[in-house]
């Protein structure tokens, strides 16, 4: 075929590829027509340019402290192996082409100037270092925001959960989209999608919680957010990851088949289907003794075949390296790279080291087809296509045209990251202490109050693992955060003017020592109230209590903080506890000593006056817990998806796994019942509807949201079924006094579950309707009986339960 058919209005001749007016499959079709063997290798691979020192001339000057580097944390696993692909100059790695670009903005502290004019240069050389001049595409972490120098830190995956809110997680999609495709990024690394099963894992800050409905929702609206902005979002991390044995990272998973396509999958399924993401990134974890990165039933007989996903797979930083070194079920990189590509993954990130030369080498020896290449390339140049790179117009300065100007941490950003801080912190008891200010019980602010504990005033505290400042500025020691975010102590100056603060951290995060335990204690005693401020410091791989790699053995608070505690209740002095952490920690011992307890999950730049504005009652608390607070460190029940016997104390154990605060809890300043349950129909078919409605009236003084929760119960099952389970839930916001009906419209599909035959099936018999503002404060109760055969369902069931909120009173707002 010749490269040359189609001409532009200039009347020269452009190969048909980069003909606009043709359709993508007959312009990826064409070009790969024309490519060599060496040439489609190519595109599966990623070069990984800035993450270490010494790689580019002039690299050790952009952005760097007067210091240099003396420590360079860990930012990835296996960097080692990476550090030696990262001695190979691009020029070389891309001399037939690449298909990504890794984290050119987000490896080391650039302005978004620097990092355009790097991202420019290196588009130049894959394009004219190369026959075809095929761009690649550029990829960013962006769990917490674009995760790169100066941009705006938002609050945790995590504590958007507890807003329980997809249209607010809809509008942070958006705004992270719309920043990384003003810089030239093509392709997010977000969201976790892992669904939480045990509390002790270290990135439980990165995920949704622990409901697969509600990560699935919240999850959808983050993907549309993105993809709506033109930026491929990337599930992770499919799948299974969360479940690993022990909680630790890379941990195997001992999980049956069937827990995992009812827990686990649901919410990447509903990203694809109703959030329409474009690609998934293999899980690091075995399943049952099969990594995923090589397990095509996984990663095409599921996701490609009963998904119809159309995307690319690409692969952890690497994870397919890992199925020769730490899983052994390779002998080498190169039949690694081969078990990759046969299982179904496109692409191989950070930096090409199974791929390449090995498969190039593979297929021509006639071991590997060719079919198997194409495959793969076919789907990343269809990405290349429909994100304009291969038009004929396109150029690197042109599609960075817009970075130079991009405030990454402009007015709509932080706004954003506030409205998002406000709505996620959760009161998990008002005590006698809060609100600090409240002008109907005549309490005002507190002449002298103590803030203690080592959170209050350490910025970095309030952001995840993801957040620039936890990732990367760890081997820059000498620099500074590259944005404005105040610390509690700073917001709570700033909330309480007239009030005389004083601070003292009593211990640090996770280091054993009790040296500053007295002069906390005596500020405590000198004060009217004591505020403490515990939890986490996010890191990496060890270097924090919370984050990837930072996995812990029970769910105590970390290093000597619960003594730092006992030690200021103690003093007799009211106690306000604040836990800001990316995990549930044991409060059991804690909450009956507190005057006061609020919990915040790693609330971003902007929480710290979210917080201050919760403790003060300026701010109406409406956060809501996506996972439970333990009520020991030991013996925790895990999650509250649970079986009878997961769930039931008398008579069985001598380990009792009631939480202390259940799931879907969160407190008011204001109160709110919820009552007249109506249930359109007692019989219904297998395949048919039901609208179940409540009213939810607000019985207090003040304006509040409260969180409208249905779960369903199927009382006999052919397999065992949870007690309860989330099936839809929403928002609602009333003025005093006001009231409104939800009506949850539930189809059958919705009590699908995963049969003895592992086939997903709707199965005649009761079920159990249950509606309240938690997974255990549920006053609202029916029963509905599906009726008719069994009806088995695949990726076409309804995967959502569509909500209709009406006021009942002119003066009540709603959404």
């Known amino acids: 075929m010749s490269a040359a058919e189609s001409l532009p209005a200039t009347g020269q001749a452009v190969p048909r590829w980069q003909d606009p007016a043709l359709p993508v499959s007959d312009r990826v079709e064409a070009l790969l027509a024309e490519m060599t063997v060496a040439e489609k290798v190519a595109q599966l691979g990623s070069r990984w340019l800035g993450n270490f020192m010494g790689q580019e001339a002039g690299d050790d000057d952009i952005g760097a402290d007067g210091d240099g580097e003396t420590e360079r944390p860990q930012v990835a696993p296996m960097e080692a192996v990476f550090e030696e692909a990262g001695r190979v100059p691009l020029e070389e790695a891309a001399r037939d082409g690449l298909g990504h670009l890794t984290r050119v903005y987000g490896s080391r502290p650039v302005s978004v100037e620097e990092g355009?004019?790097?991202?420019?240069?290196?588009?130049?050389?894959?394009?004219?270092?190369?026959r075809l001049g095929i761009p690649a595409l550029a990829h960013e972490e962006c769990l917490t925001g674009f995760n790169t120098y100066g941009a705006t830190v938002h609050p945790a995956p995590l504590a958007w959960a507890a807003t329980f809110d997809p249209e607010l997680v809809r509008r942070l999609g958006g705004v992270?989209?719309?920043?990384?495709?003003a810089a030239g990024v093509h392709?997010?690394?977000?969201?976790?999608?892992?669904?939480?099963?045990?509390?002790?894992w270290g990135r439980v800050e990165e995920t949704m919680g622990e409901d697969p409905y509600l990560v699935s929702m919240l999850g959808a609206a983050y993907v549309s957010g993105v993809e709506g902005a033109g930026v491929i979002a990337t599930l992770k991390h499919f799948a299974g990851y969360s479940a690993a044995r022990g909680a630790r990272n890379h941990g195997p998973v001992p999980m049956g088949r069937r827990e995992l396509m009812d827990v686990i999958l649901p919410p990447f399924e509903t990203a694809i289907a109703v959030g329409g993401a474009r690609s998934v990134m293999n899980s690091y974890s075995d399943i049952d003794g099969v990594p995923a990165g090589a397990d095509p039933w996984l990663l095409t007989q599921l996701l490609r075949d009963e998904w119809g996903f159309t995307g690319t797979v690409v692969s952890d930083y690497g994870s397919l390296a890992f199925l020769a070194g730490l899983h052994g079920v390779a002998a080498d990189f190169g039949e690694a790279g081969v078990l990759a590509l046969d299982a179904g993954v496109d692409v191989e990130l950070p930096d090409t080291l199974t791929y390449g030369r090995h498969l190039e080498e593979r297929v021509e020896r006639g071991e590997l087809p060719e079919s198997l290449l194409d495959r793969a390339v076919r789907r990343l140049l269809t990405q290349k296509v429909e994100l304009g790179l291969l038009d004929p117009g396109w150029t690197p300065e042109g599609a960075l045209a817009q970075a130079a100007a991009r405030d990454l941490d402009s007015p709509e950003n932080r706004e954003l990251a506030r409205e998002l801080a406000e709505r996620s912190v959760i009161l998990l008891d008002a005590g006698s202490a809060l609100p600090l200010v409240d002008a109907g019980a005549g309490r005002t602010a507190p002449a002298r109050v103590a803030v203690v504990g080592p959170c209050a005033a350490d910025a970095r505290t309030l952001m995840g693992c993801y957040a620039f400042p936890n990732h990367v500025l760890p081997r820059h020691p000498g620099l500074p955060l590259g944005i404005s975010a105040p610390t509690v102590v700073e917001a709570l100056r700033a909330e309480f003017p007239d009030t005389e603060l004083v601070f003292e951290p009593g211990c640090d995060v996770r280091e054993e020592d009790r040296s500053g335990f007295a002069a906390a204690a005596a500020a405590a005693r000198d004060a009217e109230l004591c505020i403490a401020v515990v939890g986490d410091r996010a890191g990496l791989f060890g270097n924090g209590t919370s984050?990837?790699?930072c996995d812990v053995e029970d769910l105590q608070l970390p290093g000597v903080q619960a003594e730092l505690l006992a030690e200021l209740f103690a003093t007799g002095t009211p106690v306000v506890v604040?836990?800001?952490?990316?995990?549930p920690y044991a409060l059991g011992e804690v909450h009956p000593r507190s005057a006061g307890l609020v919990q915040a999950f790693m609330p971003g730049q902007e929480g710290a006056a979210a917080i201050a504005g919760v403790l003060s009652g300026r701010i109406q608390p409406a956060g809501r817990l996506p996972v439970q607070i333990p009520r020991r460190p030991g013996g925790q029940p895990g999650t509250y998806l649970q079986p009878p016997l997961g769930a039931h104390t008398q008579g069985i154990s001598s380990v009792d796994p009631t939480p202390l605060f259940p799931f879907g809890y969160g407190?008011?300043?204001?109160?709110?019942?919820?009552?007249?349950?109506?249930?359109?129909a007692h019989d219904v078919p297998t395949d048919g509807e039901f609208t179940v409605s409540v009213r939810v009236r607000n019985t207090g003084a003040r304006p509040g949201r409260e969180v409208v929760q249905l779960y369903l119960r199927d009382t006999v099952a052919q397999v065992s079924r949870p007690v309860r389970q989330l099936t839809g839930f929403t928002q609602v916001e009333l003025l005093p006094g006001a009231s409104a009906r939800v009506a949850f419209r539930v189809h059958a599909d919705r009590t699908a579950f995963t049969g003895r035959a592992l086939t997903r099936i709707v199965e005649p018999g009761e079920v159990e309707v249950q509606v309240g503002a938690s997974s255990q404060h549920l006053p609202c109760r029916a029963a509905v009986r599906l009726t008719g055969p069994t009806r088995e369902v695949g990726?076409?069931?309804?995967l959502t339960t569509p909500v209709d909120v009406t006021l009942e009173e002119a003066d009540a707002t709603a959404r």
């Open 547 to 549: 984050g990837e790699g």
């Open 187 to 200: 392709q997010g690394l977000a969201p976790v999608l892992d669904v939480v099963r045990d509390y002790r």
């Open 578 to 583: 604040v836990v800001l952490s990316g995990r």
């Open 176 to 181: 992270i989209g719309r920043d990384l495709r």
């Open 116 to 130: 355009a004019a790097l991202l420019v240069a290196q588009q130049h050389t894959v394009v004219k270092g190369s």
């Open 795 to 798: 990726h076409d069931r309804r």
């Open 667 to 680: 407190g008011s300043y204001t109160t709110f019942e919820i009552d007249d349950l109506h249930v359109s």
